[in-house]
């Protein structure tokens, strides 16, 4: 009997150390009135872009007219944020992946001179340095690397976030140039 007494007693005694624990921290103000804890920073965590987030305008400077097949070049490529959502460099304030998931990268592909023929599109890929508000722009330099056939071909370069979507695929324009490789 003594026992469930005392046991009873060690339950009562922790409830009202809690409840009394509670009352403090809701007690716990300032001359305002409201309650002193401080909100945690929201931190916007990577995702993918908005639909309305796809909208780019992408142009090529001094795009070469002819490389040799196989012939490794750097464009620089302007892309502008035409959007009206910011765009993270990264996906987002944070980004906890172990991956790429939700960069921003520019792209490029290469189709034949049809322009409608996929030769490939895992060639370069040069991720944003900064985060673009609506309206702002980079210059980003692109790798690109010519295919081995000689030929002509259209080289597209795009927007990507990766492993959501092209920008072309939502819509967005992208630049193109005509494209000799020879031998």
Do not use: H
């Not at 103000?29 to 872009?49: E, M, Q, R, Y």
């Not at 305008?57 to 097949?69: E, G, Y």
């Not at 330099?141 to 010519?146: D, H, R, S």
């Amino acid at each position: 009997m003594r026992l469930k007494t005392a046991l009873r007693a060690l339950v009562v005694a922790c409830a009202l150390v809690a409840a009394a624990g509670c009352r403090q921290e809701a007690g716990n103000t300032n001359a305002g009135g409201a309650a002193s804890v401080k909100p945690t920073p929201s931190k916007k965590d990577a995702a993918a872009l908005p639909e309305n987030g796809f909208k780019a305008q992408i142009s090529v400077a001094d795009p070469p007219a002819k490389l040799r097949a196989g012939q490794k070049a750097t464009l620089q490529v302007k892309v502008k944020n035409v959007s009206d959502a910011q765009w993270y460099a990264r996906g987002g304030e944070v980004n906890t992946f172990p991956d790429n998931r939700f960069y921003i990268a520019a792209g490029d592909r290469w189709l034949k001179a049809d322009g409608q023929t996929l030769v490939t599109n895992m060639d370069g890929r040069y991720g944003l340095q900064r985060d673009l508000k609506p309206g702002e722009e980079e210059d980003v330099p692109l790798q690109i690397t010519a295919p081995k056939e000689p030929g002509d071909y259209v080289l597209e370069v795009d927007l990507i976030q990766e492993q959501v979507a092209w920008f072309s695929d939502k819509g967005s324009p992208t630049a193109r140039v005509k494209v000799t490789v020879v031998r």
